[in-house]
């Protein structure tokens, strides 16, 4: 089993920037794979970045050249760089860690961009 702990989200301004972190615990030897979903009121979930353990990353399109997802392997924490932001960037936002076996969530943190 793997535990998340979600920081960061917050009210920011458009143009705005702003960093999400999340820590993970517990049994994370066979993590391979951490990122970032959002999910906007009446929206579907969806993935902004991913980061695998191996080292590459995927961004969706939308944030590609605004957003930078990295980790520190040290500490197991993954953080979502945010810069630029804009409302359509509002969302309670997820982390996600998946291994070998399954995958587990955060709670969640709200992003709030005003405009």
């Known amino acids: 089993q793997v535990q998340l702990m979600e920081t960061g989200g917050g009210l920011v301004q458009t143009g705005g920037s702003l960093r999400l972190s999340c820590a993970a615990s517990g049994n994370i030897g066979s993590v391979n794979a951490m990122g970032w979903y959002r999910q906007a009121p009446g929206k579907q979930r969806e993935l902004v970045a991913r980061?695998?353990?191996?080292?590459?990353?995927y961004y969706a399109d939308s944030v590609k050249d605004r957003f930078t997802i990295f980790k520190d392997n040290a500490d197991y924490t993954v953080y979502l760089g945010m810069n630029n932001l804009k409302s359509e960037d509002t969302a309670v936002y997820y982390c996600n860690v998946r291994d070998r076996y399954s995958e587990y969530w955060g709670q969640g943190t709200q992003v709030t961009v005003s405009s």
């Open positions: 980061i695998f353990i191996t080292g590459p990353t």
